[in-house]
């Protein structure tokens, strides 16, 4: 099974980190990236820049607005993703508590995935 483990955290705190403080944890999240990459679990990972660079489409109006910034005003925001392919959500959550343990604050999300377009997933 294929599971997202979807990453937030508040910007403020991720941008005002210094670089040693980012580059320590992102040693850290790397080190679980390794483990579950040589399990042979691991997909695509990807860290999402800040979302004063997003732009978002909004589609409840026609024609469609397009606006600067996300969708949503939150205190956390989404900063990017794992793919995992693991046995079961017990297996998924286990590899969200490590990378918890990894990147403190913030919040996890686990979610199943449908593949629609397995591309090396």
Known sequence: MHYAILCYHSEEVVTAWTKEQNEEVMGRLEKVRQRI????KLG??????????ATTLRKDRDPPLII????????EQFLGFYIVDVADLDEALGIARELGEANPGGAFEVRP????????V
């Open 37 to 40: 990459a040589k399990d042979g």
């Open 44 to 53: 695509p990972v990807a860290r999402l820049l800040p979302t004063t660079a």
């Open 68 to 75: 600067d910034g996300p969708f949503a005003e939150t205190k």
């Open 113 to 120: 995935l449908a593949v629609y377009y397995p591309a090396g």
